[in-house]
């Protein structure tokens, strides 16, 4: 038993170090509090960003996609699907912007790239290469704290916590980039077409820094073959 512990801490430290992910999956294959992946950034401060990740999951229920804290924002960056509304929620410092109508279907990828940027106060969606309307959510302050802590497969309802299985991710995501910039429609559509596009400059598929907490898989992403 003390050998698998020390196992298992040897992995964990390993992920630490940045991988390529090129071609992997991370696999949540079941419903908990407890199975996440911590992404790791020095970055304090966001003015602007674009996140973009690629999800496969048939749950009929609420799920966080992508969960980024600080310690006076428990939602200083989430991407949610409210499955009572269908949905997709982008939250920044704590403020919603909901956009419905997307086509969200169960077992399949799915493409989002969110963007907001301080000055303006707007966010944006893009859904399976869809451009939605540029919402205001806040303006004028950035998202900033000392003690970031960016995750998926876990909503952060407090700092760095506060999980519920109800609202936990089951599935597959692959493709998590993050940049601290709005990214061009160009660049944006590239994306969502898996062709050569900008790797982001804070969180990078190909570079990734990372801790696993419980059971979460890294496998070869499956696609359909054609």
């Not at 992946?37 to 609420?62: G, I, M, P, Y």
């Not at 000055?119 to 998202?143: A, E, M, N, Y």
């Not at 493709?175 to 160009?186: A, K, N, Q, R, T």
């Not at 990372?210 to 890294?218: E, H, M, N, S, T």
Request: charged residues 20%; negative net charge.
């Amino acid at each position: 038993m003390k050998f698998l512990l020390l196992l298992l801490g040897m992995v964990t430290a390993c992920a630490a170090t940045p991988q390529d992910l090129s071609g992997k999956m991370f696999t949540f294959p079941q419903e908990t509090n407890r199975a996440y992946v911590r992404l790791n950034t020095t970055r304090q401060e966001f003015s602007a960003l674009t996140v973009c990740h690629r999800s496969f999951t048939d749950l009929k229920r609420d799920h966080g996609l992508f969960s980024m804290s600080t310690s006076s924002h428990s939602n200083g960056f989430l991407i949610f699907w409210d499955e009572t509304n269908k949905e997709m929620e982008a939250h920044i410092r704590d403020k919603k912007a909901e956009y419905r109508g997307r086509d969200y279907k169960p077992d399949m990828w799915h493409s989002v790239c969110t963007t907001w940027d301080s000055g303006s106060g707007l966010v944006q969606l893009w859904f399976d290469g869809r451009p939605s309307i540029r919402k205001f959510v806040t303006s004028g302050l950035s998202i900033r704290g000392s003690a970031m802590i960016i995750m998926i497969g876990q909503e952060q309802d407090n700092h760095g916590g506060g999980f519920d299985a109800k609202q936990s991710f089951v599935g597959m995501m692959s493709d998590v980039h993050m940049w601290d910039y709005i990214l061009s429609p160009c660049e944006i559509q590239k994306y969502m077409d898996d062709l050569n596009y900008t790797p982001g400059n804070v969180l990078n598929w190909s570079a990734l820094e990372f801790q696993i907490a419980d059971r979460v898989l890294i496998e070869d992403k499956q696609m359909t073959c054609h």
